[in-house]
């Protein structure tokens, strides 16, 4: 009998795995896992949300954000514009309760529903929009959160999804930065979806209120960026918001669907022109 030299089938020194492999396997098993928890987590909170009144949010909230609120002077008469324009634009709506104004001495161009009823407008946003239909979208749009309860929404599901997260991983643990895209990706896409529905109604209420959609995608032309409209192609799907040319191509869109005119616009109340 010849003999023939070879190797052991099985060799305690010599390892057969493959360790990028494995982690990449391990590190998509893990991201779906937590993808289809968020989601689950994601319609406990939809659910919860439905059960809270307008008057228990305000009793919650109601010592939330004061010091902003309270650094407002509500004697300002672009404030007192603002707010009888958003009590204009709730019928067209169907809010009825009622909401607050609270204008923000800062140049950012933002407006935001927060809990307790109460829209903060940055003073910056009055910079960028040049007529009442303009400005009016503006409103509904966050009018529109109201409605849908999506400030509650978006705020139960980032608490929960941080919760869930630190909780899996450990609190600020390596492992906690590595999946916090996952985590990011998952409320984005949510969030874009909510930015869509309420510019949807929106533009119902400029329709409402005015019979037409002139102004409606104004403050997108102010806020698009020069340049390149592809050259954040990816970047806006981590965004809360969908980008501002995406959104002004869906209100066009829109508009054709509802069969709502574009129209001449009104000028922007005087009290409200910028007084610079």
Not at 27 to 34: Q, R, V
Not at 43 to 48: G, H, I, K, P, W
Not at 111 to 128: E, H, M, S
Not at 158 to 174: C, K, M, P
Request: hydrophobic fraction near 45%.
């Amino acid at each position: 009998m010849e003999y023939k030299p070879s190797l052991p089938e099985n060799n305690d020194n010599v390892s057969h795995d493959q360790p990028v492999r494995e982690f990449v396997l391990l590190f998509f098993g893990i991201t779906l896992f937590l993808l289809i928890v968020f989601w689950i987590l994601g319609l406990f909170v939809d659910r919860a949300v439905n059960y809270i009144t307008p008057e228990m949010e305000a009793a919650i909230f109601s010592s939330v954000g004061g010091s902003a609120s309270e650094s407002v002077d509500n004697s300002n008469p672009r404030q007192a514009g603002l707010q009888r324009m958003v009590d204009a634009l709730r019928d067209c709506i169907q809010i009825g309760y009622p909401l607050k104004v609270h204008l923000i001495d800062l140049d950012d161009a933002n407006a935001f529903a927060f809990p307790g009823g109460r829209i903060f407008i940055f003073n910056g946003l009055l910079d960028k929009v040049v007529s009442e239909n303009g400005l009016s979208f503006v409103l509904a749009h966050e009018l529109a959160h109201f409605k849908n309860r999506d400030h509650l929404r978006g705020m139960g599901r980032g608490i929960v999804f941080t919760a869930v997260s630190a909780l899996l991983t450990g609190a600020g643990s390596d492992l906690t930065q590595l999946f916090a895209p996952t985590a990011n990706f998952s409320q984005a896409q949510y969030s874009q979806e909510r930015e869509r529905m309420a510019d949807e109604q929106a533009l119902q209420v400029l329709g409402c209120y005015y019979g037409h959609a002139g102004g409606a995608t104004e403050f997108f032309e102010a806020m698009k960026p020069d340049g390149d409209k592809n050259s954040n192609v990816f970047g806006h799907y981590f965004s809360s918001h969908p980008e501002a040319v995406e959104r002004i191509n869906n209100l066009h869109r829109l508009a054709g669907k509802m069969n709502l005119p574009v129209k001449k616009v009104l000028p922007l109340p005087a009290v409200l022109v910028s007084q610079e």
